[in-house]
């Protein structure tokens, strides 16, 4: 059975770091690519960053580039996203999601297959 679980959302500062991850189990991720999505109240779903699962090739929304990194860690079948200089507006519900492609074809929430439950990051003073 295909799972994925999110975890180390949680309240922080602006300007903070907070480092949530993605664990897989039931398949392999490094033939995945692999998404992170958020939603925040009111809003739709935007994706935040993906990575491919054959170059590592990545992709950032404007909102984050140079803020936030996605990583991947094979043996331990987990997907990083590395997030600092927050700010208010990152507030969301963080979700990971996986497809089976070597490559992504856009960084959209209809082209990912399966997803995670969702962690919470809030920033605020």
């Known amino acids: 059975q295909v799972q994925l679980v999110e975890s180390g959302g949680g309240l922080v500062q602006p300007g903070g770091s907070l480092r949530v991850s993605c664990a897989a189990s039931?398949?392999?991720?490094?033939?995945?690519?692999i998404g992170w999505f958020r939603q925040a109240p009111g809003k739709e779903r935007e994706g935040v960053s993906c990575?491919?699962?054959?170059?590592?090739?990545?992709y950032y929304a404007d909102s984050v580039k140079g803020r936030f990194t996605i990583s991947r860690d094979n043996a331990k079948n987990t997907v990083y996203l590395q997030m600092n200089s927050l700010k208010p507006e990152d507030t969301a519900v963080y979700y990971c999601?996986?497809?089976?492609?070597?490559?992504?074809?856009?960084?959209?929430?209809?082209?990912?297959?399966?997803w995670g439950q969702g962690t919470q990051v809030t920033v605020s003073s």
């Open positions: 039931g398949f392999a991720l490094n033939y995945y690519a």
């Open positions: 990575i491919s699962s054959s170059d590592d090739s990545t």
């Open positions: 999601a996986a497809v089976r492609l070597p490559l992504f074809r856009r960084c959209v929430s209809q082209e990912f297959e399966s």
